[in-house]
């Protein structure tokens, strides 16, 4: 009996120890999305000062997959992944539609994408953050791949970066595309 | 240069930590064959040493060297050695830091040439290598320390314990130097050296920040002379009283040292936050409280152990388990386990390393636990109303609450491995988890002083806590007709905390001017009373004035936010508080707006209050500092926000009262169990004068 | 290097802007509802929802710009007409039971919550044990000591501070 009793420290400790070794190299501080397979949500947001589109669901539902992208000119992050966009927009052969996420001043975002480059087909300019709520953003940026039907299907949260680029965003979208 | 000095030092520690482990014990040679041939081990008679006569006669070289390393004068060598070490590659590492040598990435990634000379210091303990290293030099010290110890008092442990305790620790400094260098080598250097640093974490630049770090490495090498005496008294099957006295100080330090590290967090997130919270349940707070619950619980059965060797078994096990949460912690703040953001990461952070040792390192600890455990016997035991039960179940209930808090930090993690399902544990599950372990554990340790040891009678403890219970009570019923709209949670904790309170004091007057054995000098009885019952009434009434306060505390706190306009006076319990303007000052590194208050106390001036906004250019990071008037009542927290539309400044101010209590009720606890220790050093030098070399 | 002199001032330079737009605090006056019911619901409410990019702090602790734009939108819906768990599964739906600071209970979780009541029962269990194998090995009381063990007891009650039963 004491026997059992004293396996139990030795049992437990191996499990605990498995469960990390095993996960040593999962992300875990990325926050999955609750919306992945759910349409995305509706919403209607204006152009950046002195363009005339704007953003909505409709331009996510043209039967099409599209990648809407989260920026907003005061995150440093963002100034990082923006070349990957560019390059995301040229070779992913899909409209990249960006959502211009709580500029202080509505001017700023036309500021950043005329000294980057702009790779959206459209931005939509989200002054309140409340479309980025509706999205379930919580730090930007964000890029999520919408299939044809308006369906969100994949949410990367944080920096794009090569890797990811090259290894998760272009075959997800080949993917869906094909 | 220095660098490199204290990169070879930190080798050659990792090299004379292997010399210790190994020259110190054939222990190791012993473990290999022992798990090669496992009939040997269990065909041995129990309570005798499995291999006690196999020393001698193998005609090793380590064992022969073992015998030699182990003359009483040479058990220091290493030791000293290997502290000296440790000194000259944490001075390294600090001068590094001073003189802000940016050709190391660990400095340039974390200070900055603008940060004060203080947190330049400071900001060397919170990277991951000089962690590390602060973690191995408190482990090289207690190493010295424990040589000291079992040296002189070797009359108490034989000498093959002594050998095998610093065989364990010269192994975990090795284990943990080699960690260090492959995992976080703080002494690397670049090449190319950027222009400037990026600047320490503007929360970390704080003198309670720095301060916290020395005494958690600390606290946990404690943590790590207990396992290194637990691992020896396992290896002789001999977890008996002398083995209990042996590592008796060992827990206090740890307890003392953690329990400091705690207070100083929540002081700090005390301090920090707009809204005067002091504890948030996140991964950083849970793997601080984690090890302390757990010393605490050892602390409780080691007494028992050390009076009835009974719980042998329990408290070896706890021996090893407080050392392996403390380290499962460290690995859990250290790894980007929990980084709330991707963004938030500046380093690529690789803690492999610390928790593959962590796995092979109790591994080990558990398997000789398992293989030693059932051959050791037990002690005659305890009645089940007796000191020692009230103990022994306190300990177990420490550890239900260890457990509990263990399994909500880690099970939002696990959970999302294995179904990608993302949640969050937070503050509502732990207090409804923890309630109603904690509420008996409380209402059990009022009984503690006033039972006696092995054996006593219901109706004898009823005489003496009758006072107590009456008096606690008497306080329920007026708290509760006082206030009638209260719910019951708190009123419980009053309750509960005014129960401890009253049976700890009235046990107290009891023995000092009740007792037929004390004499008419209430001095002289306070002297009978000895340290450990001093020290154990202290800690009990500090947890129950915390407890007390905190509950009070969260009952009637008031809150006020407002929009002010200089001149304008703000109302908040019986304080006043008016606000004269911000100005914007000038800090050494970081620039802020300055808030200033006068504090009224009806309508008598009591001091002046300064909130700050401050803004750290180098990181780009703003930082709230918060004021705190701490009264005779209560805490005035004052903190600033932004100015709003209108021209006004958003002002949150929160009294809480008895707050003061739960401050009080730490430094309380601390206190009681630094007087154990200064007491048991005073005394020993006064019996042996002071010790002979 | 840069010089204390210019490291402030352009520390003050980049402050003021910061400063006068950052509009981040927790519960700044101009968020709270005039209705005093409804203020109160939508605090309780705000403890309950953890701020996303802080640690294990509800978004009414927090000063993170997330946090108090989901506290203005939990205060729209309370003002909308919702009732509170109305408004929790409202956030719920956009960020996932991972906002819940207390973890809701689904078969997830029902390690989780069950985990202390089976600590408790066990452990009952095993106090329980303990006392009975020290009762059947004989009370301490009536055991009949070795002679070193009686050393030891003297030895232990002689030089104890405790009043112990002798």
């Known amino acids: ?178 | 240069m220095f660098a490199e000095l204290g990169h070879f030092a930190l080798l050659l520690m990792v090299v004379t930590g292997i010399g210790q482990a190994v020259l110190f014990s054939p222990l190791w040679l012993h473990a290999s064959l022992r798990i090669l041939t496992p009939q040997r081990a269990s065909a041995t008679p129990a309570g005798s040493p499995a291999f006690s006569d196999d020393d001698d006669n193998d005609g090793d070289r380590g064992g022969a060297f073992g015998q030699a390393a182990a003359k009483p004068a040479s058990l220091f060598l290493l030791p000293g050695v290997i502290l000296l070490l440790g000194l000259l590659a944490e001075g390294a590492l600090l001068n590094a830091f001073i003189v802000s040598d940016f050709t190391l990435p660990i400095v340039s990634n974390v200070s900055h040439s603008s940060t004060p000379l203080l947190y330049r210091i400071g900001a060397a303990f919170t990277p991951d290598g000089g962690a590390m290293l602060l973690w191995l030099l408190a482990l090289s010290l207690v190493n010295l320390l424990i040589a000291i110890q079992l040296r002189s008092s070797a009359a108490i442990c034989t000498d093959r314990f002594a050998r095998n305790a610093l065989s364990v620790l010269g192994a975990l400094i090795t284990i943990l130097g080699v960690v260090t260098l492959i995992d976080a080598d703080p002494f690397l250097r670049v090449t190319v050296a950027p222009l400037d640093g990026r600047g320490m974490n503007p929360q970390s630049q704080d003198l309670l920040k720095v301060l916290r770090e020395p005494f958690l490495y600390l606290g946990l090498a404690g943590l790590a002379g207990i396992f290194a005496m637990t691992l020896a008294g396992l290896l002789d099957r001999k977890i008996d009283r002398r083995f209990a006295e042996t590592m008796r100080s060992w827990t206090i330090i740890s307890w003392v040292c953690l329990g400091t590290a705690i207070a100083i967090n929540a002081y700090r997130s005390y301090s920090e936050q707009a809204w005067g919270g002091w504890w948030y349940w996140d991964t950083a707070e849970n793997s601080l409280l984690l090890p302390w619950l757990l010393a605490t619980a050892l602390l409780h059965c080691r007494a028992v152990l050390e009076k009835t060797e009974t719980l042998r078994a329990w408290t070896a096990f706890l021996g090893i388990t407080t050392l392996a949460v403390g380290w499962f912690g460290v690995y859990l703040t250290r790894s980007d386990l929990f980084a709330p953001l991707p963004e938030t990461q500046l380093l690529p952070i690789d803690s492999t390393g610390l928790l593959v040792a962590f796995c092979l390192v109790f591994a080990v600890a558990y398997y000789l636990f398992w293989r030693s455990v059932d051959q050791m016997g037990d002690g005659r035991g305890f009645d089940v109303i007796s000191r020692e039960s009230a103990m022994f179940l306190n300990s177990v209930m420490l550890s239900l609450v260890a457990a509990v808090v263990l399994i909500g930090t880690i099970y939002p993690l696990v959970l999302q491995w294995i179904t990608g399902d993302p949640i969050t544990v937070g503050a509502p599950f732990y207090v409804k988890a923890l309630i109603p372990i904690v509420l008996p554990l409380l209402f059990l340790m009022a009984f503690a002083p006033a039972l006696r040891w092995r054996q006593d009678e219901v109706w004898m403890i009823g005489r003496r806590m009758k006072l107590a219970a009456i008096l606690s009570l008497i306080t329920v019923l007026f708290v509760s007709i006082r206030f009638i709209d209260l719910s019951p949670a708190p009123l419980i904790g009053i309750g509960l905390a005014g129960w401890v309170l009253t049976a700890s004091l009235s046990d107290l007057w009891a023995r000092l001017w009740r007792h037929p054995e004390y004499g008419d000098s209430k001095y002289r009885n306070l002297q009978l009373l000895g340290p450990r019952y001093i020290s154990m009434t202290l800690s009990h009434i500090g947890l129950a004035i915390l407890i007390a306060g905190g509950s009070a505390s969260s009952i009637w706190e008031e809150q006020v936010v407002v929009s002010a306009r200089a001149g304008q006076s703000i109302q908040a319990g019986p304080y006043n508080l008016q606000y004269e303007g911000v100005s914007l000052l000038a800090g050494e590194n970081y620039a802020t707006r300055q808030a200033t208050f006068i504090l009224y106390r009806h309508s008598l001036p009591v001091t002046e209050l300064f909130p700050e906004i401050r803004y750290y250019p180098i990181r780009g990071v703003e930082t709230r500092e918060a004021d705190i008037w701490h009264g005779r009542d209560g805490d005035l927290h004052v903190s600033i926000g932004d100015r709003d539309d209108d021209g006004g400044r958003v002002v949150t101010v929160h009294y809480l009262p008895m707050m003061p209590w739960v401050w009080g009720g730490m430094l309380l606890m601390l206190i009681g169990g630094c007087f154990s220790i200064l007491t048991r050093v005073i005394l020993r030098f006064k019996k042996t004068g002071v010790p002979a070399s | 290097m840069i010089s204390r002199f210019k490291l402030v001032f352009g520390a003050l330079a980049i402050l003021v802007p910061v400063i006068a737009s950052n509009p981040a605090f927790a519960v700044n006056p101009d968020e709270m509802l005039s209705n005093p019911v409804l203020e109160e619901r939508a605090r309780e409410i705000s403890k309950e929802l953890r701020c996303l990019v802080c640690q294990n702090q509800s978004i009414d602790d927090s000063d993170a710009e997330l946090a108090r734009d989901l506290r203005v939108l939990v205060r729209e819906r309370l003002v909308a007409g919702d009732d509170n768990e109305e408004v929790i599964d409202y956030i719920v739906a956009r960020y996932g039971d991972y906002v819940l600071l207390n973890p809701p209970l689904k078969p997830e979780t029902y390690i989780l919550w069950a985990s202390p009541a089976v600590l408790v029962v066990l452990a009952l269990l095993a106090v329980f044990a303990f006392y009975r194998r020290k009762q059947r090995e004989g009370s301490p009381a009536s055991a009949s000591l070795s002679k070193d063990e009686q050393e030891r007891l003297d030895e232990l009650l002689g030089t104890s501070n405790d009043d112990g039963k002798s």
């Open chain 1, 1 to 178: 009996m004491r026997f059992s009793i004293a396996v139990i420290p030795l049992v437990l400790f191996a499990a605990l120890a498995g469960v990390f070794l095993l996960n040593i190299d999962k992300d875990a501080s990325v926050v999955p999305s609750v919306l992945i397979d759910k349409p995305a949500p509706e919403f209607s947001l204006p152009p950046l000062p002195g363009r005339d589109k704007g953003l909505s669901r409709a331009d996510l539902t043209k039967g099409e997959v599209s990648v809407l992208n989260v920026f907003a000119s005061w995150c440093v992050p963002c100034r990082a992944e923006h070349p990957l966009i560019k390059r995301l927009s040229r070779e992913a052969d899909v409209p990249v539609y960006g959502l211009n996420y709580k500029e202080k001043d509505p001017e700023d975002g036309v500021k950043w994408l005329a000294e980057l480059g702009d790779p959206y087909a459209a931005v939509g300019m989200d002054l309140s953050g409340r479309t980025g709520i509706d999205f379930g953003v919580y730090g930007v940026p964000e890029t999520f791949i919408i299939d044809g039907t308006g369906q969100i299907r994949y949410k990367h949260v944080g920096p794009v970066t090569v890797e990811v680029l090259e290894k998760v965003l272009l075959p997800k979208i080949a993917e869906l595309k094909g």
